[in-house]
C-alpha cells in the first residue's frame, strides 16, 4: 500500500472540465466533506458528454486497441465512409499516438489491459445508484433488451468471439445468441435484413446530456458553484496550494486541481509528468424518430453503429475518427452512419434527423484512463476514458475523490496511473 500523502486532506479543490467525469469527481469530493469549484470553458456537457451512446454497458467495457480493430483499421483507412477513420497526413502526436496503439493492439496486452478493467466493471453500476440515491434525479435505466444485430451468422462470429475472450478473461457476461426472426420479436424495430443477433444481459443506458446535467445540478445544489468559460490556460503547483489561471485572468488558489479535461487533458497534464497522449477518437451522432422505440441500445456491431432510445427519438451514433477535436463536422460520416443503420431498422425516418452532433472521445494508446495523483501531490489526473467514460465516470470520481482525501491510491485504480 502507497504511503499516505503528507498533511491534511484538502478543503477546497478545483476541478477543471464539467464533463461526465469532472462533475462525477466534485460530486464524490463533496461526499467526503470536501469544498468543490467546476470551471469549464463551454459549460456542462460541452465535450463527449453530451452526444455519446450513453450505454453503461460494463459487460462490455474492454480496451480499444486489441488485434481485430487494428486490423479493420489498417484496412479502411483513408475511406471516409468507412467507420474508422485516419486522415492521410497526420500530425506528430497521432502518430505517437498510432504508433502506441499498434504496440498495444496484441492478444497478449489485450488481455493484461481487460485484467485493469475487470475490478472497474464489476462496480460500475452501483456507483450510479449511490449517485441516485444522494440525489442525483436523472435514472441509469435497466436494458429490457439490449441487442447485437447482424445481416449473417458468420459477421456474429466476431462478437462471439470477442465475447468468449471477455469471459475467458474473467469478466460476467450473460447473453442469448438468437435467429433474426428471434431478434424481431423482442425488438420489432429490427429490419428483415437482420439474420443473426446476439442478446446481451444486464446492461443499462441513459440520456448522457440529461445525466451530466442532473449531476451538475445536484452538484450546485451541494454548495459548489459551476463557473462556465473558464478557459483554463495555466496550473501551477506553488507549494502550499496550486494556482489556477483562466484566459480572462481570473487566478484562483486551491488546495488542489483535478484535470478532467477530456480529449483536451495533455494540454495541462503534461508539465506534471503525464506523458501518455490522449488523442481525439471522434463519433458522431444525431437522433430520429422511430415507429417502435426499441425497449434498450441497438447494436450493430459490423457497421459500427450504436443506437440508443432517448425518450421519444432513437439516438443513431459511431465512427472513429482520429482528427483533431476542433475539426468541423463532416457531413459525410453522418451520411455514412445514416446510409449504415438504414436496411437495419424498421420504421425509423433516417432523414429526419435532429440534433447532429460530433465530439471527441479521449483515446489513450494503451486503451486504459489515466486516473490519479500526478508528480505533484496536489494535481490529480481524471482523463483518457476513451470509449467508456460515461460508464466508468462515477466508479473514477468515487475512487478518485477517496485518492484525494486519503491520500492512498485504491487497488483498483493502480493499472491507471497517469505517471505510468
Ligand atoms: C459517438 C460516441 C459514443 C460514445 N458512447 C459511449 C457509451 O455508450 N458509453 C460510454 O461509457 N462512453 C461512450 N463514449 C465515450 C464518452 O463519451 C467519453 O469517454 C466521456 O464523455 C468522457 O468524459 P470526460 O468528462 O472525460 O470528457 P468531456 O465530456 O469531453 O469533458 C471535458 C470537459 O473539459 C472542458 N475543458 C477542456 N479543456 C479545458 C480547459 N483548458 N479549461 C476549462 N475547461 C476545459 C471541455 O469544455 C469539456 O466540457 C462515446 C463517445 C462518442 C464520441
Known amino acids: 500500500m502507497p504511503a499516505a500523502q503528507p498533511g491534511p486532506a484538502p478543503q477546497h479543490v478545483a476541478v477543471i472540465g464539467a464533463g461526465m467525469v469532472g462533475l462525477a469527481t466534485a460530486w464524490f469530493l463533496q461526499e467526503r466533506g470536501v469544498r468543490v469549484t467546476v470551471l469549464d470553458r463551454t459549460g456542462v456537457a460541452a465535450g463527449a458528454s453530451w452526444g455519446n451512446a450513453g450505454w453503461l454497458t460494463p459487460g462490455i467495457t474492454t480496451p480499444l486497441p486489441e488485434p481485430a480493430v487494428l486490423r479493420y483499421g489498417l484496412r479502411a483507412v483513408l475511406s471516409p465512409s468507412s467507420p474508422v477513420y485516419v486522415p492521410p497526413r497526420a500530425d506528430v502526436k497521432l502518430l505517437r499516438f498510432l504508433a502506441g496503439f499498434t504496440r498495444h493492439s496484441t492478444a497478449a496486452k489485450w488481455r493484461t489491459a481487460m485484467r485493469a478493467y475487470i475490478p472497474m466493471n464489476r462496480r460500475a453500476l452501483e456507483t450510479f445508484e449511490a449517485l441516485e440515491a444522494g440525489g442525483v434525479t436523472a435514472r441509469a435505466n435497466e436494458a429490457k433488451s439490449f441487442i447485437a444485430a447482424y445481416r449473417t451468422e458468420t459477421e456474429r462470429s466476431v462478437l462471439l468471439d470477442e465475447l468468449g475472450h471477455i469471459h475467458a478473461a474473467g469478466q460476467e457476461i450473460e447473453f442469448d445468441v438468437l435467429t433474426g426472426a428471434e431478434a424481431r420479436e423482442v425488438e420489432p424495430s429490427l429490419s428483415d435484413h437482420v439474420g443473426a443477433a446476439i442478446r446481451l444481459h444486464g446492461q443499462r443506458f441513459v440520456n448522457p446530456g440529461q445525466y451530466v446535467h442532473a449531476l451538475a445540478d445536484s452538484v450546485r445544489a451541494r454548495g459548489a458553484s459551476i463557473v462556465a468559460g473558464a478557459d483554463v490556460v495555466d496550473v501551477r503547483d506553488e507549494g502550499a496550494g496550486v494556482r489556477v489561471v483562466t484566459a480572462a485572468g481570473a487566478d484562483d488558489r486551491y488546495d488542489a486541481v483535478v484535470l478532467a479535461t477530456g480529449t483536451w487533458f495533455g494540454e495541462l497534464a503534461r508539465r506534471f509528468g503525464v506523458r501518455t497522449v490522449v488523442q481525439a477518437g471522434r463519433g458522431y451522432s444525431f437522433s430520429v424518430p422511430i415507429e417502435h422505440m426499441p425497449a434498450g441500445p441497438v447494436y450493430f456491431p459490423a457497421q459500427r453503429v450504436a443506437c440508443t432510445p432517448l425518450g421519444d427519438r432513437l439516438r443513431v451514433a459511431g465512427m472513429m475518427e482520429f482528427r483533431r477535436a476542433e475539426a468541423p ?37 494503451d486503451g486504459l484512463p489515466l486516473i490519479g495523483r500526478t508528480r505533484s501531490p496536489r494535481v490529480f489526473a481524471a482523463g483518457g476514458h476513451g470509449m467508456w467514460g460515461i460508464t466508468l465516470g462515477p466508479l473514477t470520481g468515487t475512487l478518485l475523490a477517496e485518492q484525494i482525501t486519503t491520500g492512498r491510491q485504491p487497488a483498483e485504480l493502480r493499472p491507471f496511473d497517469p505517471l505510468r
Open 329 to 365: 463536422l463532416d457531413r459525410r460520416r453522418i451520411t455514412a452512419i445514416a446510409e449504415a443503420a438504414r436496411p437495419l431498422l424498421r420504421g425509423a425516418d433516417l432523414d429526419a434527423r435532429t440534433d447532429e452532433w460530433v465530439g471527441s472521445r479521449p483515446c489513450t494508446p
